[in-house]
Antibody
Framework: EVQLVESGGGLVQPGGSLTLSCSASGFTFSTYPMHWVRQAPEKGLEYVSVISNNGETIYYADSVKGRFTISRDNSKNTLYLHMSSLAAEDTGVYYC???????????????WGQGTLVTVSS | DIQLTQSPSFLSASVGDRVTITCRASQGISNFVAWYQQKPGKAPKILIYAASTLQSGVPSRFSGSGSGTEFTLTISSLQPEDFATYYCQQLNTYPLTFGGGTKVEIK
């Protein structure tokens, strides 16, 4: 069974940094791209970032570009999101997500973690 | 970036009603659309991909259609467990943007 477990969320002051982790199991982690999606309180879903299976190709949403860094350690089956220069607008639940495949026809999100809450406040 | 506009953003309906949600893309995206259902405090769940393909295990009262720039999610007979928020997502081009969501509430 595919499982994604996020950790690392918490309260951080504006301008601060935080690193989220996502531990993956139940599939061959090193063969799949991995994604982060976030959701502000009482708001919709927002795509954050994706990293290819080997880490060589990365995309970021404009809202986080230059502040967030996605990475992965395939030897540990773990995905990371390092967040810096955090602002109140970054508050929300961050989900680690696995797509079924890599093509436009198959990269829908078939497995989500439970999410980890990040609160940016003084 | 491709923008997705969902309508309505809020919908009040009764058990047994037929419900239709629309998702419009700012440019053509073939049939590369997925639909998700999210209940309060839970992660979203995939319902439909490739615009009209039902994910395994999803009840047949859910259906999707469309191509190009206009897509619909239909629930043929709303059940109590269907009261939730629904999102479309385009899979054509990164970033894989979402629609704003449609909250379906009990009338």
């Amino acid at each position: 069974e595919v499982q994604l477990v996020e950790s690392g969320g918490g309260l951080v002051q504006p301008g601060g940094s935080l690193t989220l982790s996502c531990s993956a199991s139940g599939f061959t982690f090193s063969t799949y791209p991995m994604h982060w999606v976030r959701q502000a309180p009482e708001k919709g879903l927002e795509y954050v970032s994706v990293i290819s299976n080997n880490g060589e190709t990365i995309y970021y949403a404009d809202s986080v570009k230059g502040r967030f860094t996605i990475s992965r350690d395939n030897s540990k089956n773990t995905l990371y999101l390092h967040m810096s220069s955090l602002a109140a607008e970054d508050t929300g639940v961050y989900y680690c997500v696995k797509a079924l495949g890599t093509t436009a026809a198959t990269r829908y999100y078939h497995c989500w973690g439970q999410g980890t809450l990040v609160t940016v406040s003084s | 970036d491709i923008q997705l506009t969902q309508s309505p953003s809020f919908l009040s309906a009764s058990v047994g009603d037929r419900v239709t949600i629309t998702c419009r893309a700012s440019q053509g995206i073939s049939n590369f659309v997925a639909w998700y259902q999210q209940k309060p405090g839970k992660a979203p769940k995939i319902l439909i991909y490739a615009a009209s393909t039902l994910q395994s295990g999803v009840p047949s009262r859910f259906s999707g259609s469309g191509s190009g720039t206009e897509f619909t999610l239909t629930i043929s007979s709303l059940q109590p467990e269907d009261f939730a928020t629904y999102y479309c997502q385009q899979l054509n081009t990164y970033p894989l943007t979402f629609g704003g969501g449609t909250k379906v509430e009990i009338k």
